[in-house]
């Protein structure tokens, strides 16, 4: 029962986020280009659950995240088996990395991933992402991204 109360409080925020982010992104958009992000990772033997765990990019529209970039998990993970809750850093490079956030509904695969910041070729990284599962291991990152000051 502790984890359906922790799965709902993460649920509104969520929908409260989702709401911010109708308020605050017009204005952030105005003074940035966007640009249309499209990604596919590999989980396979690579995801159990457990912090420090990777994807790998097997497909990116994104220049500075190339093929073979790792999407590596922090947690914390609120249940292994149904909803993953966690800090995400892309890893194009040791010095080329992406930090943001990714809360993920395991049993259908859809979640949401918002980047916020980023060094060398991700330096000004900002993206917001919708997440979707085409098998047990390959997933869909869809959404746009920006680089503030670019």
């Given at each position: 029962?502790?984890?359906?109360?922790?799965?709902?409080?993460?649920a509104?925020?969520?929908v409260?986020?989702?709401?911010?982010l109708?308020?605050s992104?017009?204005?952030?958009?105005a003074?940035?280009?966007?640009?249309t992000l499209?990604i596919?990772?590999?989980?396979?033997g690579?995801?159990?659950?457990?912090?420090?765990?990777?994807c790998?990019?097997?497909?990116?529209?994104v220049p500075?995240i190339?093929k073979?970039?790792r999407?590596?998990y922090?947690?914390?993970?609120?249940?292994?088996s149904?909803?993953?809750?966690?800090?995400?850093i892309?890893?194009?490079?040791?010095?080329?990395t992406?930090?943001?956030?990714c809360?993920?509904?395991?049993?259908?695969?859809?979640g949401?991933?918002?980047?916020?910041?980023?060094?060398?070729?991700?330096?000004?990284?900002?993206a917001?992402i919708?997440g979707?599962?085409?098998?047990?291991?390959?997933?869909?990152?869809?959404g746009?991204?920006?680089?503030?000051?670019?």
């Amino acid at each position: 029962m502790r984890s359906f109360h922790r799965l709902v409080a993460v649920a509104g925020t969520i929908v409260a986020l989702t709401g911010a982010l109708t308020v605050s992104v017009p204005s952030v958009l105005a003074s940035s280009a966007t640009h249309t992000l499209t990604i596919v990772k590999d989980c396979s033997g690579t995801m159990t659950g457990k912090v420090g765990e990777y994807c790998t990019v097997t497909s990116s529209n994104v220049p500075a995240i190339p093929k073979g970039t790792r999407v590596v998990y922090y947690g914390p993970v609120i249940s292994s088996s149904v909803f993953l809750s966690s800090t995400v850093i892309i890893k194009a490079s040791p010095k080329n990395t992406a930090t943001g956030y990714c809360m993920v509904d395991l049993h259908t695969g859809i979640g949401m991933c918002t980047f916020w910041k980023g060094t060398g070729t991700l330096a000004g990284f900002h993206a917001v992402i919708h997440g979707s599962s085409e098998s047990p291991t390959a997933y869909h990152w869809d959404g746009f991204y920006y680089r503030s000051g670019k």
